[in-house]
C-alpha cells in the first residue's frame, strides 16, 4: 500500500478536491474576496483622481473645489487602507487554519493506515506531507487567491477604464498583454516537472536528516558520519540543481512577461503622445493610462508568478490528497463501523466482552509486498488462557502469526476467529483494546513514566499504575527516580536503560488487564537479571490469559502448551516441548544447540 500516486497534470491544479477543506472557511473567504475587491478598486480609482486634478486644476488653474477633491481623495485612501487591512487579516487566518486542518487530517487519516504503509514509506516521506504540504496549500486557500483576485480585478478594472477612455489605444495595449499567458503554457510543463523532482528529493533529505538524528548512537559507534555526510551532501546538490533549473525557468518566464509590460509602456508613449499633441487627448487622460500601464505590469507578473507557483504547489495538493485516498489494507467494513464506530469515535456500550479463544481457520497468507505465500492453508485452536510460543531462526518469520492475531494485517484467505468470530465482524479498536504487546525494542513517548503507563489506559488512577509496576516487578525503577512517577523518560525512553524501558513498557501493555497478551522476543536484549525479573513477571501475567510469545531464548517457553516452530516463514513443527525433543526434529536442534552454546558460555 505504497503511496506512490501517478501525478498529472490538473487544469485547475487539484483545487477541487480541496473544497471539503476551505468549505469551513468560505464566509471569511468572501469577505476576503469582497474587501480585497474594494481595495483594488480604490487603486484603479487613483488614477482618476490624478486625471481630475490635472485637467481640472492644474491645467485650467483654477483652485475652486480643491478642499472638496483634497477629502474625497483622504476618504478613498482610508477606505483603501482599511479595506487592505481586512483582506490581509482574514487571509492570513484562512492560511493558517487550513494548513492546520489539513495537518490535523492527514496526521489522523495515518493512524488508520495499516502497518504496511510505513514499510514502504519512510518518514521524511510521510514527514513532508504531514509539514510543508498542508503549510503550502495553506498559502494557496488564502494568499494565492488574494493575488489572483488583486491582480486580476486591478487588470480588468483598468481595461474598462481605459476602454472608457480611448478604445483604441486600450486595444492596442490589450492586444499585446495575452502575450504573457502564451509564455505561462510555454514554461508550465518544465516548471511542474522540476518542482515535483525537487519534493521528492526534499522529502529523502528529510528522511535522511531524521536518521542522522535517530540513528545517531548507530553511526557514531559505526564510524559512519562521513558516509552519512557524502549522502546528504548529494541529494542536497541534487536538490540544487533541481531547484536552481526550476528558478531558470520561472525567471525567464517572469523576465519575458516584463519585456511585454515594457513593450506596453513603449506603445502607449509613441501612440499616446501623438494623440496628446494633436489635441485628441488630454494631458490628464494621458496620466491615467501611463498609471494604468505601469501598474498592469506588477499584476501581470504576479498573475505569471502565482500561476507558475499554482503549478509548482500542484505536487503539493496532488502529494496530499494521494495520502488522504490511501486507503487502509486492514480497515472495518461499514456495518461494523455503523455498530461498533471507528477509530476516533468509538461505541463502547456496544463492545462485547472478549474471552480469549482464537482459532486459525484454514489461513492462507502472503504480506501485500510480497510474492510467496508465508502460510498455506493454516489450522490451529488456541482456546482462553493458552500459552503459545514461537520459535526459529532470526528473519524466519516469527512475527507472521502475531501479526494476524492482532489484525495489523489480514488472511489472504480464511478466517482467524476471535471468541467464535470473524475478527473482521467486529472494530479493530475493540481487538486492539484487549491486547497488551511488548516489543524487542519498546518504544516510550516523551513525557514522564505516569504518562506513558496512561496510552495504556487513559483513566488509570496511582493505584492502578503501582499495581502494574508492582506486578511486572518495576516498581524498584520508580523508587530510584528523583521525581518518581512524576520523571521524565526522555526522547523515546533514551533517560532509562533498555531493560528499565522494557519493564516500564511490560507494566504499560497489562495495566489495562488485557486478555490477550503479546511478547516479541521481550527478553532478547536485556541482561541475565532484568530478564529473570521480566521472565518471572511473564509468569504471573499470562496465567489465564491467552498469550503469544515470541521467544529467542528456547529456555524461557519449555513450558509453553504449544510450541510452533518457524522456518523460512513456514510453521514446520507445532507441539509441546517434550513432545517435539522426542521427535529429534528442527526444534531439537535448535534447543541442543542453544543449551550448548549456554553452557560454553558459563564455563568461559
Same mark, same amino acid.
Given at each position: 500500500?505504497?503511496?506512490?500516486?501517478?501525478?498529472?497534470?490538473?487544469?485547475?491544479?487539484?483545487?477541487?478536491?480541496?473544497?471539503?477543506?476551505?468549505?469551513?472557511?468560505?464566509?471569511?473567504?468572501?469577505?476576503?474576496?469582497?474587501?480585497?475587491?474594494?481595495?483594488?478598486?480604490?487603486?484603479?480609482?487613483?488614477?482618476?483622481?490624478?486625471?481630475?486634478?490635472?485637467?481640472?486644476?492644474?491645467?485650467?488653474?483654477?483652485?475652486?473645489?480643491?478642499?472638496?477633491?483634497?477629502?474625497?481623495?483622504?476618504?478613498?485612501?482610508?477606505?483603501?487602507?482599511?479595506?487592505?487591512?481586512?483582506?490581509?487579516?482574514?487571509?492570513?487566518?484562512?492560511?493558517?487554519?487550513?494548513?492546520?486542518?489539513?495537518?490535523?487530517?492527514?496526521?489522523?487519516?495515518?493512524?488508520?493506515?495499516?502497518?504496511?504503509?510505513?514499510?514502504?514509506?519512510?518518514?521524511?516521506?510521510?514527514?513532508?506531507?504531514?509539514?510543508?504540504?498542508?503549510?503550502?496549500?495553506?498559502?494557496?486557500?488564502?494568499?494565492?487567491?488574494?493575488?489572483?483576485?488583486?491582480?486580476?480585478?486591478?487588470?480588468?478594472?483598468?481595461?474598462?477604464?481605459?476602454?472608457?477612455?480611448?478604445?483604441?489605444?486600450?486595444?492596442?495595449?490589450?492586444?499585446?498583454?495575452?502575450?504573457?499567458?502564451?509564455?505561462?503554457?510555454?514554461?508550465?510543463?518544465?516548471?511542474?516537472?522540476?518542482?515535483?523532482?525537487?519534493?521528492?528529493?526534499?522529502?529523502?533529505?528529510?528522511?535522511?536528516?531524521?536518521?542522522?538524528?535517530?540513528?545517531?548512537?548507530?553511526?557514531?559507534?559505526?564510524?559512519?558520519?562521513?558516509?552519512?555526510?557524502?549522502?546528504?551532501?548529494?541529494?542536497?546538490?541534487?536538490?540544487?540543481?533541481?531547484?536552481?533549473?526550476?528558478?531558470?525557468?520561472?525567471?525567464?518566464?517572469?523576465?519575458?512577461?516584463?519585456?511585454?509590460?515594457?513593450?506596453?509602456?513603449?506603445?502607449?508613449?509613441?501612440?499616446?503622445?501623438?494623440?496628446?499633441?494633436?489635441?485628441?487627448?488630454?494631458?490628464?487622460?494621458?496620466?491615467?493610462?501611463?498609471?494604468?500601464?505601469?501598474?498592469?505590469?506588477?499584476?501581470?507578473?504576479?498573475?505569471?508568478?502565482?500561476?507558475?507557483?499554482?503549478?509548482?504547489?500542484?505536487?503539493?495538493?496532488?502529494?496530499?490528497?494521494?495520502?488522504?485516498?490511501?486507503?487502509?489494507?486492514?480497515?472495518?467494513?461499514?456495518?461494523?463501523?455503523?455498530?461498533?464506530?471507528?477509530?476516533?469515535?468509538?461505541?463502547?456500550?456496544?463492545?462485547?466482552?472478549?474471552?480469549?479463544?482464537?482459532?486459525?481457520?484454514?489461513?492462507?497468507?502472503?504480506?501485500?509486498?510480497?510474492?510467496?505465500?508465508?502460510?498455506?492453508?493454516?489450522?490451529?485452536?488456541?482456546?482462553?488462557?493458552?500459552?503459545?510460543?514461537?520459535?526459529?531462526?532470526?528473519?524466519?518469520?516469527?512475527?507472521?502469526?502475531?501479526?494476524?492475531?492482532?489484525?495489523?494485517?489480514?488472511?489472504?484467505?480464511?478466517? &482467524?476467529?476471535? !471468541? #467464535? @468470530?470473524?475478527?473482521?465482524?467486529?472494530?479493530?479498536?475493540? =481487538?486492539?483494546?484487549?491486547? +497488551? $504487546?511488548?516489543?524487542?525494542?519498546?518504544?516510550?513517548?516523551?513525557?514522564?513514566?505516569?504518562?506513558?503507563?496512561?496510552?495504556?489506559?487513559?483513566?488509570?488512577?496511582?493505584?492502578?499504575?503501582?499495581?502494574?509496576?508492582?506486578?511486572?516487578?518495576?516498581?524498584?525503577?520508580?523508587?530510584?527516580?528523583?521525581?518518581?512517577?512524576?520523571?521524565?523518560?526522555?526522547?523515546?525512553?533514551?533517560?532509562?536503560?533498555?531493560?528499565?524501558?522494557?519493564?516500564?513498557?511490560?507494566?504499560?501493555?497489562?495495566?489495562?488487564?488485557?486478555?490477550?497478551?503479546?511478547?516479541?522476543?521481550?527478553?532478547?536484549?536485556?541482561?541475565?537479571?532484568?530478564?529473570?525479573?521480566?521472565?518471572?513477571?511473564?509468569?504471573?501475567?499470562?496465567?489465564?490469559?491467552?498469550?503469544?510469545?515470541?521467544?529467542?531464548?528456547?529456555?524461557?517457553?519449555?513450558?509453553?502448551?504449544?510450541?510452533? &516452530?518457524?522456518? !523460512? #516463514? @513456514?510453521?514446520?513443527?507445532?507441539?509441546?516441548?517434550?513432545? =517435539?525433543?522426542?521427535?529429534? +526434529? $528442527?526444534?531439537?536442534?535448535?534447543?541442543?544447540?542453544?543449551?550448548?552454546?549456554?553452557?560454553?558460555?558459563?564455563?568461559?
Amino acid at each position: 500500500m505504497q503511496d506512490k500516486t501517478t501525478i498529472k497534470f490538473l487544469p485547475w491544479f487539484g483545487i477541487p478536491k480541496l473544497w471539503p477543506y476551505f468549505r469551513a472557511y468560505r464566509k471569511d473567504m468572501i469577505i476576503m474576496f469582497v474587501t480585497g475587491a474594494i481595495a483594488t478598486l480604490g487603486e484603479i480609482v487613483f488614477p482618476l483622481f490624478n486625471q481630475f486634478a490635472i485637467n481640472n486644476f492644474i491645467g485650467k488653474k483654477e483652485l475652486d473645489g480643491l478642499g472638496r477633491f483634497i477629502v474625497l481623495y483622504l476618504i478613498a485612501i482610508a477606505i483603501q487602507i482599511s479595506m487592505d487591512f481586512v483582506s490581509a487579516y482574514v487571509a492570513s487566518n484562512i492560511e493558517i487554519s487550513v494548513a492546520r486542518d489539513l495537518r490535523n487530517s492527514s496526521f489522523n487519516h495515518l493512524q488508520t493506515l495499516s502497518f504496511s504503509y510505513f514499510n514502504q514509506n519512510n518518514v521524511g516521506y510521510i514527514h513532508a506531507r504531514v509539514m510543508s504540504d498542508t503549510a503550502r496549500i495553506g498559502s494557496i486557500a488564502a494568499w494565492y487567491f488574494f493575488d489572483l483576485l488583486w491582480s486580476t480585478t486591478y487588470v480588468v478594472g483598468a481595461f474598462v477604464v481605459m476602454f472608457s477612455l480611448n478604445a483604441k489605444l486600450a486595444l492596442l495595449i490589450a492586444a499585446i498583454v495575452p502575450v504573457a499567458a502564451i509564455i505561462v503554457a510555454v514554461f508550465q510543463k518544465n516548471i511542474i516537472h522540476l518542482n515535483r523532482e525537487v519534493r521528492e528529493i526534499n522529502s529523502t533529505i528529510t528522511g535522511n536528516f531524521n536518521e542522522g538524528i535517530t540513528g545517531a548512537k548507530e553511526i557514531k559507534t559505526l564510524v559512519a558520519e562521513e558516509r552519512m555526510k557524502e549522502n546528504f551532501n548529494r541529494d542536497s546538490l541534487n536538490m540544487k540543481r533541481k531547484s536552481v533549473r526550476a528558478a531558470h525557468f520561472s525567471a525567464l518566464s517572469t523576465s519575458l512577461v516584463s519585456l511585454v509590460g515594457s513593450l506596453i509602456i513603449a506603445v502607449v508613449l509613441m501612440q499616446a503622445s501623438v494623440l496628446t499633441i494633436e489635441g485628441v487627448m488630454l494631458i490628464g487622460t494621458l496620466s491615467v493610462f501611463m498609471s494604468y500601464v505601469q501598474g498592469i505590469i506588477d499584476p501581470i507578473r504576479n498573475i505569471t508568478l502565482t500561476f507558475a507557483d499554482l503549478i509548482a504547489s500542484s505536487v503539493n495538493i496532488e502529494r496530499f490528497t494521494g495520502l488522504m485516498a490511501t486507503e487502509s489494507d486492514v480497515a472495518d467494513s461499514r456495518e461494523v463501523v455503523e455498530k461498533y464506530g471507528d477509530i476516533f469515535n468509538p461505541k463502547k456500550e456496544n463492545w462485547e466482552e472478549l474471552h480469549g479463544d482464537i482459532e486459525f481457520k484454514d489461513v492462507t497468507f502472503k504480506y501485500p509486498d510480497g510474492d510467496e505465500y508465508v502460510l498455506e492453508h493454516f489450522n490451529l485452536k488456541v482456546p482462553q488462557g493458552t500459552n503459545v510460543a514461537i520459535v526459529g531462526e532470526t528473519g524466519a518469520g516469527k512475527s507472521t502469526l502475531v501479526n494476524l492475531v492482532c489484525r495489523f494485517f489480514e488472511p489472504t484467505k480464511g478466517q &482467524v476467529l476471535i !471468541d #467464535g @468470530k470473524d475478527a473482521k465482524e467486529r472494530s479493530g479498536q475493540w =481487538l486492539h483494546s484487549n491486547i +497488551g $504487546y511488548v516489543l524487542q525494542s519498546p518504544h516510550l513517548f516523551s513525557g514522564t513514566i505516569r504518562e506513558n503507563l496512561k496510552y495504556g489506559k487513559p483513566d488509570a488512577t496511582d493505584e492502578e499504575i503501582m499495581a502494574a509496576l508492582e506486578l511486572v516487578s518495576a516498581t524498584a525503577v520508580v523508587e530510584k527516580m528523583e521525581k518518581g512517577l512524576d520523571s521524565e523518560v526522555g526522547e523515546g525512553g533514551d533517560l532509562l536503560s533498555t531493560g528499565e524501558k522494557q519493564l516500564i513498557s511490560f507494566a504499560r501493555a497489562i495495566i489495562a488487564k488485557p486478555k490477550i497478551l503479546v511478547l516479541d522476543e521481550a527478553t532478547s536484549s536485556i541482561d541475565t537479571v532484568t530478564e529473570k525479573i521480566i521472565q518471572d513477571a511473564i509468569e504471573k501475567v499470562i496465567t489465564g490469559r491467552t498469550s503469544f510469545v515470541i521467544a529467542h531464548r528456547l529456555s524461557t517457553i519449555v513450558n509453553a502448551d504449544v510450541i510452533l &516452530v518457524v522456518k !523460512d #516463514g @513456514k510453521i514446520i513443527e507445532q507441539g509441546r516441548h517434550k513432545d =517435539l525433543m522426542r521427535q529429534k +526434529g $528442527y526444534y531439537f536442534g535448535l534447543f541442543t544447540r542453544q543449551f550448548e552454546n549456554s553452557v560454553v558460555d558459563e564455563m568461559e
